[in-house]
Antibody, heavy 119, light 109 residues
Framework: EVQLVQSGAEVKKPGESLKISCKGSGYSFTSYWIGWVRQMPGKGLEWMGIIYPGDSDTRYSPSFQGQVTISADKSISTAYLQWSSLKASDTAMYYC????????????WGQGTLVTVSS | EIVLTQSPATLSLSPGERATLSCRASQSVSSYLAWYQQKPGQAPRLLIYDASNRATGIPARFSGSGSGTDFTLTISSLEPEDFAVYYCQQRSNWPRMYTFGQGTKLEIK
């Protein structure tokens, strides 16, 4: 069974750093793209970026380029999303997603990680 | 960057009625168009991929159609559990980029 299991909710202060994780199981982690989607409170879905763990090829949405870093550790089948300096506007639910089908849909979703940034 | 525009923003219908949701792309996306359903407090769920293929476990009352720039998600006869927010999404290859529409809220009339 394919599963994406994300790390737990975080409460941080503006300016702090953060790294959240997503562990994939039930499939060949290095063979499929894995990405991140943001959902701000009461808003829609926004694609942030995606990584191919096999060779660490990473693509970012122009809206998120330079704002976050996506990485992966294939030895433990885990993808990461990190911030070096959080802002209040980073408060959102973050979902990791996989693209096993191959033609673009995100067929598997993690349970989401709620990040709250508040002073 | 391809923009996806969904209409209507809100659709008010009764159980048993037919729902038709639209997604229009600013340029051709071929057939790389997917639809998702999201219920409150839950992660989105893939319904349709490649414009017209139902994902595993999705009931036959959900169908997708279209190609190029105009796509439709149809729910043939609404069940109470179908009232949710629906998003379309596309992937472009060169460069590899993904976009979501802004969503259509399907609410009970």
């Amino acid at each position: 069974e394919v599963q994406l299991v994300q790390s737990g909710a975080e409460v941080k202060k503006p300016g702090e750093s953060l790294k959240i994780s997503c562990k994939g199981s039930g499939y060949s982690f290095t063979s499929y793209w894995i990405g991140w989607v943001r959902q701000m409170p009461g808003k829609g879905l926004e694609w942030m970026g995606i990584i191919y763990p096999g060779d660490s090829d990473t693509r970012y949405s122009p809206s998120f380029q330079g704002q976050v870093t996506i990485s992966a550790d294939k030895s433990i089948s885990t993808a990461y999303l990190q911030w070096s300096s959080l802002k209040a506007s980073d408060t959102a639910m973050y979902y990791c997603v996989s693209e096993l089908e191959g033609s673009g849909p995100f067929d598997y979703w993690g349970q989401g990680t709620l990040v709250t940034v508040s002073s | 960057e391809i923009v996806l525009t969904q209409s209507p923003a809100t659709l008010s219908l009764s159980p048993g009625e037919r729902a038709t949701l639209s997604c229009r792309a600013s340029q051709s996306v071929s057939s790389y168009l997917a639809w998702y359903q999201q219920k409150p407090g839950q992660a989105p769920r893939l319904l349709i991929y490649d414009a017209s293929n139902r994902a595993t476990g999705i009931p036959a009352r959900f169908s997708g159609s279209g190609s190029g720039t105009d796509f439709t998600l149809t729910i043939s006869s609404l069940e109470p559990e179908d009232f949710a927010v629906y998003y379309c999404q596309q992937r472009s290859n060169w460069p590899r980029m993904y976009t979501f529409g802004q969503g259509t809220k399907l609410e009970i009339k």
